[in-house]
Nanobody
Framework: QVQLVESGGGLVQAGGSLRLSCAAS?????MGWFRQTPGKEREVVAV????????YYADSVKGRFTISRDNAKNTAYLQMNSLKPEDTAVYYC?????????????????WGQGTQVTVSS
């Protein structure tokens, strides 16, 4: 069992930046960041392989968000730049079942409790 704890969320103006962190209680394989708004399904934001050598981004965040990880610290990060009001959501990190997991939610077995990101216009 791996526990994931997100941090770094908050309120920011449009065009600003935030850096989310996800601390894991143990080693993880692939890691992903997802987000969810009320009434909508949880959607993938970015994924990173165990080695960090492969990444995936949702089209909506390409060029603005960067996922990274530090395996020595069992921590994954999501650097979010040029934030838009439509990025407002609860952001969740997740630990994948394999060394490289895709964008589907069922490829992840452990989830954090989420951190709120609010972008004001």
């Amino acid at each position: 069992q791996v526990q994931l704890v997100e941090s770094g969320g908050g309120l920011v103006q449009a065009g600003g930046s935030l850096r989310l962190s996800c601390a894991a209680s143990g080693r993880t394989l692939a890691m992903g960041w997802f987000r969810q708004t009320p009434g909508k399904e949880r959607e993938v934001v970015a994924v990173i392989s165990w080695s960090g050598g492969s990444t995936y981004y949702a089209d909506s965040v390409k060029g603005r968000f960067t996922i990274s990880r530090d395996n020595a610290k069992n921590t994954a990060y999501l650097q979010m730049n040029s934030l838009k009001p439509e990025d407002t959501a609860v952001y969740y990190c997740a630990a994948g079942k394999t060394f490289y997991s895709g964008p589907a939610r069922d490829e992840y077995e452990y989830w954090g409790q989420g951190t709120q990101v609010t972008v004001s216009s």
